[in-house]
């Protein structure tokens, strides 16, 4: 493959980085390699050019030789059709792991199962009224975790043992296979059998943790809810989910917010939206009107010629903003009720109000005055 564009086979342009390097190599090595093409001359051709590429490309010093010559004849070392001459990819960091699925092992950067392991997170549905989520509140809640067993300390073994070094891992939890192929020799990782990875041991299993190193609790936490959440929050308390193992870190409890909906108040974001009703009568002349809010009850004056859906704003009356000393607004939606089934008395009376807006009963109108003519005069 000498003299051959290698930028180009892994669908690269010259000067490409290391990380684009390595991933153009691993989509390719992946998608052309043998156990997925099996018969396929084409892709192992192409599984062995763009194996040849790379190990140029990743090469620093052969890289910048490359680059100056572009050519890869330097020293007859060679990288051609010879295969892969015994190349383990258990060295390759991260790469490796690709091949996780083809040889049966992760590469050597696979984690160590035997190494400090975070505890799994916990979630938690709490929920509020309302009036709670609006200026928060203290709660307390139950919940379940695997915790370390106090006994044997969370290594599982009865107290005054301790596990052993796994003889067939010798404590490293992964294992080397060495698998030949019709391309070579690959050494790869997979999992000891015998400590399932864990590197260690147990002869006499704690008798408290059947030898888990974890027990089941049931805990109560308090929560301080702030003023202002909302359905679909979440609060993260740190450190409060399951114990992790091998001394690792514990999880976190993350407690999701559900919120219930007032049969009074109509919550959007910050704000707070009512509708009141108020009479024709009242709408046309102004009038005081109770208005509740989260807060209880306040004094509102409807001025006088008012048309329904008009929509008044209270400052500062809606929900605090988390963690802030600002608040939403509320808005009141006022409608005007249309009276209906009216005695006569009220007819009368409404029927002279019409005539004095120059309206007769039956449509025709006297003078081009409407009804909010007669509250607009100067």
Request: net charge positive.
């Amino acid at each position: 493959m000498a003299n051959k564009d290698y930028y180009a086979v892994l669908g690269l342009e010259k000067g490409a980085s290391d990380d684009e390097i390595k991933r153009a190599f691993r989509k390719l090595a992946i998608k052309y390699h043998p156990d997925k093409n099996q018969g396929n001359k084409e892709a192992e051709e192409k599984f062995k050019d763009i194996n040849e590429a790379y190990q140029v490309l990743s090469d620093p010093e052969k890289k910048a030789r490359y680059d100056q010559f572009g050519t890869a004849d330097f020293d007859g070392s060679g990288f051609g059709a010879g295969g892969f001459g015994g190349f383990d990819f258990s060295d390759m960091g991260g790469f490796g792991d690709i091949f996780e699925s083809f040889f049966g092992g992760g590469g050597g950067s696979s984690r160590r199962r035997n190494g400090p392991v975070k505890g799994a997170d916990i979630e938690y549905t709490l929920n509020l009224t309302f009036e709670e989520a609006i200026f928060g509140v203290e709660k307390e809640i139950t919940i379940n975790r695997n915790e370390n067993c106090e006994s044997c300390r969370g290594t599982g073994a009865e107290p005054g043992t301790s596990p052993k070094t796994c003889p067939t891992c010798n404590g490293s939890g992964q294992v080397r296979v060495q698998r030949q192929t019709p391309l070579g020799s690959f050494v790869s990782t997979s999992t000891c059998d015998r400590c399932g990875g864990k590197g260690t041991i147990v002869e006499t299993p704690c008798s408290s943790c059947s030898g888990r190193g974890k027990v089941r609790k049931t805990r109560k936490i308090k929560v301080n809810v702030p003023a202002g959440v909302d359905t679909g929050n979440v609060m993260p308390l740190r450190g409060q989910g399951e114990h992790g193992s091998n001394d690792g870190p514990p999880g976190d409890l993350y407690i999701r917010i559900n919120v219930a909906k007032s049969k009074q108040f109509d919550r959007r974001g910050n704000d707070i939206y009512i509708e009141t009703h108020i009479s024709m009568g009242r709408a046309a002349l102004g009038v005081e009107i109770t208005v509740p809010t989260v807060d209880g009850d306040v004094k509102y004056t409807i001025p006088a010629g008012t048309q329904s859906g008009t929509m008044f704003r209270l400052k500062g009356k809606g929900v605090p903003k988390v963690h802030s000393n600002t608040r939403g607004d509320q808005y009141v939606k006022v409608i005007v009720d249309t009276p209906k089934n009216l005695n006569s008395k009220q007819k009368e009376a409404l029927e002279a109000f019409m005539e004095a807006c120059g309206e007769s009963v039956d449509g025709e109108v006297t003078h081009k005055k409407g009804f909010k003519d007669l509250f607009n005069k100067k």
